[in-house]
């Protein structure tokens, strides 16, 4: 053990922070107590216990692994053990390091205006638009107005046209001369919002109606609590942490070095099996919606993507498919795969322009209900 | 001294083991075999005061460790079991309306009813003591009971917040009564099935441990301390058939649970040896998703045998 066990201690968690995971300063203090209950020469215990106190995700594990080797080779060096636990006991008494969690680099950049606002540019397809177009329409897409849409929970709360006597509150008011006169309070259920699950299909065909569609989830992010983007083409890739930057500039650059099957061929059956397998015990709850980007040209097994539409249709409370072909008038769902998937759809909807993606809002905006 | 202090200093004399090794044969002579860092993870828990925190897939023995806690150490088991709703009503305390509105119209009726405070009506008496309150009150004579809240996944985030807060400091603020605190923290143990993420504050509030699926070896030695009677080799064969099966793409892995459920039901059907055709007629027992089993026919029973 080094001179310093505690300054091990302290840089063993920056280690980890700088991997990306939160260790706070209270933790750090706790790791150094551990060592009061455990035998620090015995690798096993040291490994547990600090484990146990830093990560809180069974996926951090192998980050955590590669950084405890190299913390354990500095931390277990000769020295009599009597010693070292005495030093770290009076190490523990004093008060935790405080060490600084260095501040996040921002980038500052500023959103262009593109050129005046040309009324037809909402109108057209993206594919149609040259840049200074584009700019202006991504301006409109992550400015629109949503209204959220809403549900009832199970919870109650006071609420003066509520449907549910508040017991609690009228036995409050009840007490005192009153006389036999009851003034009941009422409660109702609280209202809530729907979560969104945003699926994008990033293959080649997408590629224009993806970049817009990214724009409207990013802003979709700023709006509503809970919403939750995955893009997919070969993978599904989870983007809803590199979307919560405030400048969609930035929250776009980071999900196209976040994705790493940009372009590629689409096997949608096998995106939706990995949403389905992994995450949709986890976001399921709440009834969400679920939002779907892609035109259905798939190269993987139909049948497994109508089987994975049917899951996925069970577990949330509505489907709304975007395909941008679907805004030309002779428009058919004639490929294989949106044949699969269109028994499990509720509502099949254009996005190949400005007012399409108004469209999609307007009808998350209708979707009530109480489950 | 705060609250964390006083703890350490009550365990000294109570029946907490106060060593990895002890505390490993303590749960097993409760027939609870826990992988090495489970030990030191329910360990550190104890001694360091915190609350202990498992996740894990269903049925790998989250809610276990707090019956065998309990059991252990010859506490009360205290168990709140969320749902989605879950309120403050039902998992702190509730006032007994009924017997409220009667104190008020006894007291009318005795012509007291002009002189009737809030005290008469909101006193401790009147007060539901819910899982949460109850674990609090336990206290009072210094014993440490085990309070269990199961999966809390289920519940949401509002009460993940009051949660938080009640795990910090174990007092509760009643409007009507007053403050409760607790004189010692109880022993917690949460436990989650991991259907949604629960908030980074309140896992760094606590020991956090993710249970696996056992190894065939630690599985095989569960099935034998829970199942008398039942043969070495055949424990052997299903707890290796088990983690073929969960490394199959299944809906719904099996659990521990349901290798115990399986062995059980292969001594019942007096069944020595694991078959194909045994397989095929107790599949029902271990997958409960019927897309998991076709799936496991299709793949063909034999590959499980080994």
Known sequence: ?371 | MNIRQRSVRHMLSSVIPSSIQELATGLSKESYLAADDLTVAIHLALHLGRPLFLEGEAGVGKTEVAKVLASMTGQELIRLQCYEGLDVGQALYEWDYARQMMEIRLLEARGEGQDATARDIMSREFLIARPLLQAIEATADGSRPVLLVDELDRADEEFEAFLLELLSDFQVSIPEIGTVKAEVPPVVVLTSNRTREIHDALKRRCIYHWIDYPSPDLESSIVLKKVPGIEADLARSLAEAMQRLRAMDLFKPPGVAETLDWAESLELLQEGALSPRVIDRTLGVILKYKDDIDSVREAGLDALVG
């Open chain 1, 1 to 371: 053990m080094t001179a310093s066990p505690i300054r091990d201690l302290a840089s063993f968690a920056n280690a980890l922070r700088g991997r990306g995971l939160t260790v706070t300063p209270d933790q750090v203090s706790e790791m150094a107590q551990s060592f009061l209950y455990i035998d620090p020469s015995q690798r096993d215990q040291v490994y547990a216990a600090l484990r146990a106190l830093s990560i809180t995700d069974p996926g951090h594990r192998r980050i955590y692994d590669e950084e405890f080797r190299l913390f354990f080779e500095a931390f277990h060096r000769p020295g009599s053990t009597t010693e070292q636990h005495s030093r770290l006991a009076s190490v523990t008494e004093h008060k935790p390091i405080i060490e600084a969690i260095p501040e996040e680099v921002t980038d500052e950049t500023t959103t262009q205006a593109g050129a005046s606002a040309v009324e037809n540019v909402a109108a057209r397809d993206f594919t149609s638009l040259d840049d200074s177009d584009l700019a202006e329409a991504r301006r409109m897409v992550s400015t629109m107005l949503w209204q959220p849409s809403n549900f009832r929970t199970r919870r109650w709360a006071p609420n003066k046209g509520g449907r549910r006597p508040d017991l609690r509150r009228t036995l409050h008011g009840a007490i005192g001369p009153e006389g036999d006169l009851l003034a009941i309070r009422m409660k109702d259920r609280r209202i809530r919002q729907r979560p969104l699950i945003v699926l994008a299909d990033i293959s080649g065909s997408m590629e224009r109606y993806a970049e817009m569609f990214l724009v409207f989830a990013h802003a979709a992010q700023h709006r509503i609590q809970h919403v939750e983007v995955f893009t997919f083409s070969t993978h599904l890739t989870r983007i809803t942490p590199e979307l919560q930057k405030r400048d969609p500039k930035v929250a776009l650059s980071r999900v196209s070095t976040a994705v790493t099957d940009w372009s590629g061929g689409t096997k949608i059956g096998e995106a939706l099996a990995d949403w389905n397998k992994s995450w949709s015990r986890r976001m399921a709850r709440g009834r969400p919606i679920a939002l779907i980007l892609s035109d259905g040209w798939d190269c993987g097994d139909p049948d497994l993507l109508g089987d994975e539409m049917a899951r996925l249709a069970r577990s949330v409370h509505k489907v709304i498919w975007l395909n941008p072909l679907a805004a030309r008038a002779e428009y058919q769902p004639a490929t294989r795969g949106m044949k699969a998937v269109l028994p499990h759809i509720d509502h099949l909807l254009p996005a190949a322009s400005v007012h399409d993606l108004a469209g999609v809002v307007r009808l998350l905006e209708s979707i009530t209900g109480e489950r």
